[in-house]
């Protein structure tokens, strides 16, 4: 994917409120077609020998990434704020250092709380498929779910 | 490398002393052939269907890991604590959140300073090649710099 023509040093120093020493941070998405509100990518590992990549994701407070799922998986660590989580049929508040898992073709969002941002760190394969995106079906079926109806229309966990 | 037979959940709590539910903390390295003092380790992903393992890597004070370098790269960002870290022909100082990038073929090690851990993720390969440790002329090579002789005496950064 994002492959980078200059050597990346051997320390990136940490900076105040989570960015770092020549890391740019970027829109969440290239593209506009996906729904999202409030967050930006930070590429942390990235290179053509190594098979996974390391990002931080920051979401503003009421905040949301994508609902979306794929057959490449994540693993996430929480890394600043509180917010909660969709993997699957369930809702989990997360605190930091938490780690979530999502599986293959696992529905997944990450939603900040109202009173702070949510950052968290996601390892993903370098080489992966792209996200889809729910049908009016799939959201027919997962807002059957009252928990996760809540979850998808912002309400506090 | 490691296969679980059971599924991970999507949700692993983050415990106090950076200890997670459901994750054992094991020794650094399987083998006791290679020299390095008070290292755990706990493996954070691990998947068939990951191409890349995420591993957190705890140092006691004044402990070290293995000197070593190895064709696979490390991507690294630190949890918690002090220390130092040589990559190559420097060493640096190191602070939470700071990120380190481990190049193939570079001599690499991690220490504590002597009062309080120094906690980190590590981001490789599944699949890799096995480390390879330094010839005494390897040391003699290293040693010629005098910042990297007081590092690895163990000396206060």
Redesign the interface.
């Known amino acids: 994917m994002t492959e980078t023509t200059t ?8 900076l105040p409120e ?1 960015r ?1 020493a020549g ?1 740019e941070r970027r829109a969440y998405k290239d593209e506009a077609s996906a729904p999202y509100k409030g967050v930006t990518r930070q590429t ?2 990235s ?1 053509p ?6 990002r931080y994701f920051e979401v503003e407070p009421s905040g949301y990434t994508t609902l979306e799922r794929h057959e ?2 994540h ?1 996430v ?2 890394l600043t704020g509180a917010g909660s ?1 969709l ?2 049929d ?1 809702v ?1 508040a ?11 073709w ?1 529905w997944h969002q990450f939603r900040a709380g109202p009173d702070g941002k949510l950052g968290f ?1 996601c ?1 993903v ?3 992966r498929d792209r996200p889809r995106l729910p049908t009016r079906e799939d959201l027919d079926v997962l807002r059957a779910a009252p928990a996760i109806a809540r979850f998808l229309d912002g309400a506090p966990s």
Do not use: C, Q, Y
């Open positions: 050597k990346t040093p051997g320390l990136r120093a940490s989570f770092w890391v942390l590992a290179d020998r190594l098979a996974g990549e390391l490449h998986m693993a660590m929480i989580v993997v699957g369930e989990f997360v605190k930091p250092n938490d780690l979530v898992n999502i599986a293959s696992t760190l390892l394969d370098a080489e």
